[in-house]
């Protein structure tokens, strides 16, 4: 009786623990994830078409990065419940293969105990341009 009740006190309890803990993490990075491809489609609806056709380049407008990071916070409004808070923190725009990279980061150290280092998330979402013809 006594094994039983330090085996499931020392060994059972923490991996319980463990397992929801690594279920929020994986949880949080899906929703970061999910929040990058969707910024990276709201930016890439704010290349400047103009430009573009007249040249070829892909020149983000000024609306790009706020377009971006509304997309984000709406996308992440259940880890905003929780404290967390993503951001775009970078915006890439390729022309040659015609593609909008975007990356979001969100600190994910409010979910879980203080002991856990600082947990820092970083994904990034790609759009490729299709529409516009040169």
């Known amino acids: 009786m ?3 009740a330090v085996f499931i006190g020392l060994v059972m309890i ?3 623990a463990l397992a929801i803990e690594l279920g ?3 949880y949080a990075i899906s929703e970061v994830a999910k929040a990058a491809d969707a910024a990276a489609v709201a930016a890439s609806a704010e290349i400047n078409q103009q430009v573009f056709q007249d040249t070829g380049s892909l020149v983000p407008t ?3 990065w706020g377009n971006a990071q509304a997309y984000v916070t709406s996308n992440t409004a ?3 419940a929780k404290g967390v808070h993503a ?3 970078g915006i890439q725009v390729s022309g ?3 593609t909008v990279r975007v990356s ?3 600190d994910l150290s409010i979910l879980f105990p203080s002991v856990v280092p600082k947990v820092l998330v970083t994904q990034t979402g790609v759009a490729k341009l299709r529409v516009f013809t040169h």
Do not use: I, M, Q
């Open 104 to 106: 979001v980061s969100a």
């Open 62 to 64: 000024s609306r790009t």
């Open 78 to 80: 259940s880890l905003s």
């Open 96 to 98: 040659g293969d015609n």
């Open 14 to 16: 923490p991996a319980l």
């Open 2 to 4: 006594t094994f039983w």
């Open 24 to 26: 929020r993490y994986f």
């Open 87 to 89: 951001f775009v923190t």
